[in-house]
């Protein structure tokens, strides 16, 4: 006597179609439920209606950070998340990887000052792609999420700078462990991993990372006499230091660049928008010196 076994899909297959969709609809109702009871939601809702009474916006902006937060990420951008690796756009109207693709509960499983760290960091790393500094997957960006938590963000090793998003950033202890993969199962780079850890450790000050792997400044990182002081933009690094890849790093306690011999700049800062100012302009005055 032949026995046959039944699979989840192949049960699937042989339910009416009336049940699938009240299964669906059953999941799409567990899906809200549980954004509605998170405390995520009330402290975005109470943003919201603060901004409300203030009118500093409009409805249709209120209307639109209330869908973000409730409503799950859409078939189209759940299609873009779950298929290979996408080229960068080349034309007008072909798809774009959104960077803030934190929905429904995706977007509760984190705190309101997260998600907007996420949505930075992803937007730097989008930057890093458009300016030429990343090398592949090689371009690790980290910033700090929470000292209290004593936890890094960082991009996935495995994503090119254009794949990066705020949900598949990967959240990283101060030891190293990965506590959160995101939206994918890859870990992180862990060659590049130990410097931005030991800088953390070290300069207590800094909070975000931005490495800058262009032919220019590896150039300047392989000349003896470092980066000159010829331009306006040059002036404006300050202190800078220097360090050997197979050396323990000697860091100025006040630089907010090291140049890495052979391998190219890190830009240091207080906030990402600090490190991002020092990596745009030291990257260019790189490309004035060579």
């Known amino acids: 006597m032949s026995t046959r076994s039944y699979t989840l899909d192949s049960r699937s297959e042989k339910r009416p179609f009336g ?4 299964v669906e609809a059953l999941k799409r109702r567990r899906a809200v439920s549980q ?3 998170g405390g995520t939601f009330k402290d975005e809702l109470e943003s919201i209606l603060k901004d409300q009474i203030g009118g500093s916006q409009k409805r249709s902006v209120v209307l639109k950070r209330l869908q973000d937060t409730v409503i799950p990420v859409s078939a ?3 299609a873009r998340q779950s298929t290979t690796p996408l080229a960068p ?3 007008v109207g072909e798809l774009i990887i959104s960077i803030n693709d934190l929905r ?3 977007a509760s499983k984190y705190t309101i000052p997260e998600r907007q760290l996420r949505c930075k960091l992803a937007s730097v ?3 890093s792609d458009l300016f030429g500094w990343s090398s592949l997957i090689h371009n690790l960006v980290t910033a700090v999420c929470s000292a209290a938590e004593r936890s890094v963000l960082a991009n996935a090793f495995g994503l090119m700078s254009y794949e990066v998003t705020a949900s598949n950033l990967v959240k990283i202890g101060l030891e190293g462990d990965v506590s959160d993969h ?3 199962q890859f870990g992180v780079d862990h060659a590049s991993l130990p410097l931005h850890l030991a800088i953390y450790a070290t300069r207590q000050d800094v909070r975000c990372i931005i490495p800058v792997c262009n032919s220019a400044t590896v150039s300047v ?3 003896n006499c470092g980066l000159l002081g010829i331009s306006e933009r040059a002036l404006m690094a300050g202190k800078i230091s220097y360090s050997n890849p197979d050396e323990d790093i000697c860091l100025d306690p006040t630089s907010k660049i090291l140049f890495v011999r052979g391998q190219g700049l890190l830009a240091f800062g207080q906030n990402i928008e600090e490190a991002f100012h020092y990596a745009y302009h030291v990257a260019k005055a790189c490309e004035i010196q060579v």
């Open 35 to 37: 954004v509605l009871s």
């Open 221 to 223: 990182s392989c000349m």
């Open 19 to 22: 049940i699938l969709l009240d």
């Open 125 to 127: 790393c989008r930057l």
């Open 89 to 91: 756009p080349l034309h």
């Open 76 to 78: 189209l951008e759940a």
């Open 104 to 106: 429904g509960s995706n």
């Open 182 to 184: 995101g939206g994918t």
